[in-house]
Antibody, heavy 118, light 109 residues
């Protein structure tokens, strides 16, 4: 079964850091680019970041550029999002999705919740 | 920053045709994608590359794009199609940034 499972979310204070992980299974991970998409409570979807198959090309939304870093480990079939200098407005459910910025996001994980609060 | 604009809500009766629009300046040069999100669930891809339908998506879902507007059409909408729908595309700056529209709540009743 093709599956994406996120982990690493939690409650963090403003200015803090978190590292999200996404474990992929059921497909050849390094055949695909990957992305992170978030959804604040009661709000719409927001594209956060994308990475190509080998990590050689990345992109970030203006709202997170310079604070978040996307990476992947193809040997571990895993995608990551390092989030630094977190703000209250980063509070959201973070989904990983199969596909790069210019592809369809055809497989989604259920998400991991990040809450930034003092 | 680049934006995609959708109507906040669309309402139809069962069996009617629902049309959800998405406008953006780069759409003449960039593909549009459409996602369905039901309450409490992860999004599902329903249309890719303007008009292609993934396997498993009912034929009543179709997409088109002309100029700066993309349209998702649900022909003969069913009660189970009630959901939030989001368009997605990329800007034309070459910076590899994606953007979602604000979402449209489709009510079928």
């Amino acid at each position: 079964e093709v599956q994406l499972v996120e982990s690493g979310g939690g409650v963090v204070r403003p200015g803090g850091s978190l590292r999200l992980s996404c474990a992929a299974s059921g497909f050849t991970f390094d055949d695909y680019g990957m992305s992170w998409v978030r959804q604040a409570p009661g709000k719409g979807l927001e594209w956060v970041s994308g990475i190509n198959w080998n990590g050689g090309s990345t992109g970030y939304a203006d709202s997170v550029k310079g604070r978040f870093t996307i990476s992947r480990d193809n040997a571990k079939n895993s995608l990551y999002l390092q989030m630094n200098s977190l703000r209250a407005e980063d509070t959201a459910l973070y989904h990983c999705a199969r596909g790069t910025t210019t592809d369809a996001f055809d497989i989604w994980g259920q998400g991991t919740m990040v809450t930034v609060s003092s | 920053s680049y934006e995609l604009t959708q109507p906040p809500s669309v309402s139809v009766s069962p069996g009617q045709t629902a049309r959800i629009t998405c406008s953006g300046d780069a759409l003449p040069k960039k593909y549009a994608y459409w996602y369905q999100q039901k309450s409490g669930q992860a999004p599902v891809l329903v249309i890719y590359e303007d008009s292609k339908r993934p396997s498993g998506i009912p034929e009543r879902f179709s997409g088109s794009s002309s100029g700066t507007m993309a349209t998702l059409t649900i022909s003969g909408a069913q009660v189970e199609d009630e959901a939030d729908y989001y368009c997605y595309s990329t800007d034309s700056s070459g910076n590899h940034r994606g953007v979602f529209g604000g979402g449209t709540k489709l009510t079928v009743l």
